[in-house]
């Protein structure tokens, strides 16, 4: 279970920081790339950052130098800070997540939004509006 929290309502050029519970669901983030999506009313879901095992992170473009995602190991929590924002940030965002192969950590950053963001689990979901 993913669980997200956090989002709301905020002027454009605010920050705003999403958590994502994952401790529930019994999660070892050492063998798991965790994962913001974002998806708005009648748009794809879009993933837009990526953290693996050793805190190694991706970025979509639409992001990149804007938002930061990080991770407490300790706690099982995924960050998402976004500074910043733009009324087109606004969206339903997700955590997810993705099993890595723990045999081959040599692939991690690759498999972990390196190319394409992929997730096998998801959260329900929180909505930001910027305005």
């Known amino acids: 279970q993913l669980v997200e929290s956090g989002g709301g309502s905020i002027q454009a050029g605010g920050s705003l920081r999403l958590s994502c519970a994952a401790s529930a669901y019994g999660y070892t983030v050492s063998s798991y790339c965790m994962l913001w999506f974002r998806q708005g009313r009648g748009k794809e879901r879009e993933g837009i950052a990526a953290i693996d095992p050793v805190g190694r992170t991706n970025y979509a473009d639409s992001v990149k130098g804007r938002f930061n995602i990080s991770q407490d190991n300790a706690k099982k929590i995924l960050y998402l800070t976004m500074s910043s924002l733009k009324p087109e940030d606004s969206d339903m965002y997700y955590c997810?997540?993705?099993?890595?192969?723990?045999?081959?950590?040599?692939?991690?950053?690759?498999?972990?939004?390196?190319?394409?963001?992929?997730?096998?689990?998801w959260g329900q979901g929180t909505q930001v509006t910027v305005s």
């Open positions: 997810a997540a993705y099993e890595l192969d723990p045999s081959a950590p040599e692939n991690f950053h690759e498999y972990c939004g390196g190319g394409v963001f992929v997730a096998n689990d």
